[in-house]
């Protein structure tokens, strides 16, 4: 089983709705989360980080983490064309929290 | 601070030729991180250190594969003998990491070098 588990999509989402992009993680020791953003051509940024149960906001981007369910969402409200990318899921596991792991990242394309 | 260097950017080479990749992390972080991207399998982490110390090298493919981090401000990553299998975006990240820090210590990554092995 894979650490980090993200569907590749492509996930298509009108202007305006709602985007929502999953990541599941095999490790019950993971304390937290990272999401990271990648645009073609680019380097990954980190627009998220998420440590605790429940949801973290950040303007039109709301993380969700289920540690229970061993699950952790992205939500992009009112998407944007500028929207358009690979997003990646990172779990922070406190027995190996020094390095960092990606899920193979899910791309979103936002039609206007 | 410049933010992660990594130089070149693009690479061409011939199979069989020998391939460096070299990275400069942002002053005073303490981890340096070496992934590959491809299409098929991602952005996989390859090889990490602390304090220039390879601490995990259980992603580097082969034999083929080695890094190096002489000093807190360089690396490399070097592929000898290369083939086309290793075509792939190489990304250098570092980050700082104080011990037991619960809280976002995000790696932050250079621009990647494009790598293609013909």
């Known amino acids: 089983q894979k650490e980090v588990e993200q569907n590749s999509g492509p996930l298509s989402v009108p202007e305006g709705a709602i985007a929502s992009l999953n990541c599941t993680y095999s490790?019950?020791?993971?304390?937290?989360f990272f999401w990271y953003r990648q645009y073609s051509g680019k380097s990954p940024e980190l627009i998220m980080f998420i440590y605790s149960n429940g949801d973290k906001e950040d303007g039109r981007f709301t993380a969700q983490l289920n540690k229970a369910s061993q699950y952790v969402s992205l939500l992009i409200r009112d998407s944007q064309p500028s929207d358009s990318a690979t997003y990646l899921c990172a779990p922070k596991s406190y027995s190996s929290a020094s390095k960092i792991i990606f899920g193979s990242g899910t791309r979103l394309s936002i039609r206007p | 601070d410049a933010g992660v260097i990594q130089s070149p950017r693009h690479e061409v080479t011939e199979m069989g030729q020998e391939v460096t990749l070299r990275c400069k992390p942002i002053?005073?972080?303490?981890?340096l991180f070496w992934y590959r991207q491809t299409m098929m399998r991602g952005l996989e982490l390859l090889i990490y250190f602390n304090n220039n110390v390879p601490i995990d090298d259980s992603g580097m493919p082969e034999d083929r594969f080695s890094a190096k981090m002489p000093n807190a401000s360089f690396s490399t990553l070097k592929i000898q003998p290369s083939e086309p299998r290793d075509s792939a975006v190489y990304f250098c990240?570092?980050?700082?990491?104080?011990?037991?820090?619960?809280?976002?210590?995000?790696?932050?990554f250079g621009q990647g070098t494009r790598l293609t092995v013909v």
């Open positions: 490790d019950r020791g993971s304390q937290s």
């Open positions: 990240a570092s980050r700082h990491y104080p011990w037991g820090q619960t809280g976002n210590t995000e790696a932050f």
């Open positions: 002053s005073g972080h303490d981890y």
